[in-house]
């Protein structure tokens, strides 16, 4: 069996798919390995730290040839037309964004898998590239904003007097968020979270956060969050617009499943923030929690610094291709047997990540955009 992986050639992309003792261990699944010339150049990984991989410089053959193709984004559809029919594809797909992708996987008879679509079950945790991340852009959020601060995050006691520690609002309690809390509270800043999903209150708290109580419960579907009515929005504004006032540094992280990233903080709100304050919005490239963010840049809101960032994980590319990697490779150890392709449909895992098999659109949800 043949694995290939190829270079990203988005701007802002610096991972890779693939790394090297990721691609040993593949190797020792009984296949083939691969990588496209320079492909893990920009997250640190040069072509001779891949030992026992075929390094290939020609795109073209190294997707004609392979068996199994991984990437991180969604591959432009001139990649997909140069893969073999009923190889197998393994990256993000984000089929519903990305009709004609899917169009082209279905046309070429690709297995394509969609990282995105890995269930949220016990069972699959190693294999959810989501987590791993999004658990790396939590991180990165909180230095994101440290560094646009005009005042440092832990208290500080100096010959002239002692300096406060940063009050840290995290708004929105999942991977990242929690992260945030986590990373927030290490540099030694007084955190407080927030999320409509009450059962965030404990995991805030074991962070040593405060929980923000607001008395609303929008628990949704499959441990996520639903959309909030005009009403509970209301509700929730009113007891959070002083705790966003008195921060020093706000992250929003907040998302529901389908939609655009909920808003959560309003130019009303940001006006009555401290000179100097920040707000690192992570639901930038959905569209934004706070009003006036814009995606991938750092715009001045009144008196608060508002930051956009898109593809964090990108940024912590060594580390981030690893986790990636490792999420692969948990998923290929279950299709892939003594060195030969076995997949089993009623598997809940597989069923679910699966977005087109056989010249069909096996997912419901991407087929009824699509077709
Ligand atoms: P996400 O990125 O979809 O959303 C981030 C957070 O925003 C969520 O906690 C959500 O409740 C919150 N949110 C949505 N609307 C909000 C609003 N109006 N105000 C405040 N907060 C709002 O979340 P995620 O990180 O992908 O995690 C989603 C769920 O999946 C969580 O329950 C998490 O524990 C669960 N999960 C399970 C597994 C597993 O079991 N394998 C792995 C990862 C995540």
């Given at each position: 069996l043949k694995i290939a992986a190829i270079r990203e050639k988005g701007a802002d992309e610096r991972?890779?798919?693939l790394v090297p003792d990721v691609a040993a261990r593949i190797g020792r699944l009984g296949?083939?390995?691969a990588l496209e010339a320079g492909a893990g150049v920009p997250s640190s990984y040069p072509d001779a730290s891949y030992k026992d991989v075929r390094i290939e410089?020609?795109?073209k053959a190294l997707l004609g040839s392979a068996d199994v193709v991984l990437a991180i984004q969604p591959p432009a559809t001139g990649d997909v037309q140069a893969m073999k029919p009923g190889a197998i594809l393994i990256s993000f797909v984000y089929g519903r964004n990305n009709p004609d992708l899917v169009k082209a996987l279905r046309d070429g008879r690709i297995t394509a898998f969609a990282m995105e679509q890995v269930p949220r079950i016990s069972r699959a945790q190693a294999m959810d590239a989501l987590s791993s991340q999004a658990t790396?852009?939590?991180?990165y959020s909180v230095l994101l904003g440290a560094v646009q601060m005009p005042k440092i995050l832990p208290m500080m006691t100096t010959a002239v007097g002692s300096l406060r520690a940063a009050q840290v609002l995290v708004m929105g309690l999942g991977v990242a968020g929690l992260q945030a809390l986590a990373t927030a509270r290490r540099l030694g800043a007084v955190t407080e979270g927030y999320d409509v999903r009450p059962e965030t209150r404990d995991e805030a708290r074991s962070l040593g956060a405060k929980f923000v109580e607001t008395g609303v419960d929008a628990t949704g579907q499959g441990g996520y969050a639903r959309e909030l009515t005009a009403e509970e929005k209301a509700t929730v504004r009113a007891v959070l617009s002083d705790h966003i006032a008195r921060s020093d540094l706000v992250i929003t992280t907040a998302a529901v499943p389908g939609r655009q990233a909920p808003r959560l903080i309003d130019a009303r709100q940001i006006?009555?923030?401290?000179p100097g304050s920040v707000i690192v919005d992570l639901g930038a490239e959905g569209g934004g929690n706070c009003e006036g963010t814009r995606a991938g840049e750092t715009v001045q809101a009144g008196p608060a610094t508002l930051i956009g960032p898109v593809n964090l994980p990108s940024r912590l590319a060594e580390q981030a291709?690893?986790?990636?990697a490792k999420n692969v490779l948990n998923l290929l150890e279950q299709i892939v047997r003594d060195g030969k392709l076995s997949l089993d449909m009623t598997d809940e895992v597989i069923a679910k990540t699966?977005?087109?098999?056989?010249g069909r659109i096996v997912n419901d949800a991407v087929r009824q955009v699509v077709e």
């Amino acid at each position: 069996l043949k694995i290939a992986a190829i270079r990203e050639k988005g701007a802002d992309e610096r991972r890779v798919a693939l790394v090297p003792d990721v691609a040993a261990r593949i190797g020792r699944l009984g296949c083939d390995v691969a990588l496209e010339a320079g492909a893990g150049v920009p997250s640190s990984y040069p072509d001779a730290s891949y030992k026992d991989v075929r390094i290939e410089p020609d795109r073209k053959a190294l997707l004609g040839s392979a068996d199994v193709v991984l990437a991180i984004q969604p591959p432009a559809t001139g990649d997909v037309q140069a893969m073999k029919p009923g190889a197998i594809l393994i990256s993000f797909v984000y089929g519903r964004n990305n009709p004609d992708l899917v169009k082209a996987l279905r046309d070429g008879r690709i297995t394509a898998f969609a990282m995105e679509q890995v269930p949220r079950i016990s069972r699959a945790q190693a294999m959810d590239a989501l987590s791993s991340q999004a658990t790396l852009a939590g991180y990165y959020s909180v230095l994101l904003g440290a560094v646009q601060m005009p005042k440092i995050l832990p208290m500080m006691t100096t010959a002239v007097g002692s300096l406060r520690a940063a009050q840290v609002l995290v708004m929105g309690l999942g991977v990242a968020g929690l992260q945030a809390l986590a990373t927030a509270r290490r540099l030694g800043a007084v955190t407080e979270g927030y999320d409509v999903r009450p059962e965030t209150r404990d995991e805030a708290r074991s962070l040593g956060a405060k929980f923000v109580e607001t008395g609303v419960d929008a628990t949704g579907q499959g441990g996520y969050a639903r959309e909030l009515t005009a009403e509970e929005k209301a509700t929730v504004r009113a007891v959070l617009s002083d705790h966003i006032a008195r921060s020093d540094l706000v992250i929003t992280t907040a998302a529901v499943p389908g939609r655009q990233a909920p808003r959560l903080i309003d130019a009303r709100q940001i006006a009555r923030m401290k000179p100097g304050s920040v707000i690192v919005d992570l639901g930038a490239e959905g569209g934004g929690n706070c009003e006036g963010t814009r995606a991938g840049e750092t715009v001045q809101a009144g008196p608060a610094t508002l930051i956009g960032p898109v593809n964090l994980p990108s940024r912590l590319a060594e580390q981030a291709s690893e986790l990636y990697a490792k999420n692969v490779l948990n998923l290929l150890e279950q299709i892939v047997r003594d060195g030969k392709l076995s997949l089993d449909m009623t598997d809940e895992v597989i069923a679910k990540t699966l977005v087109t098999h056989d010249g069909r659109i096996v997912n419901d949800a991407v087929r009824q955009v699509v077709e």
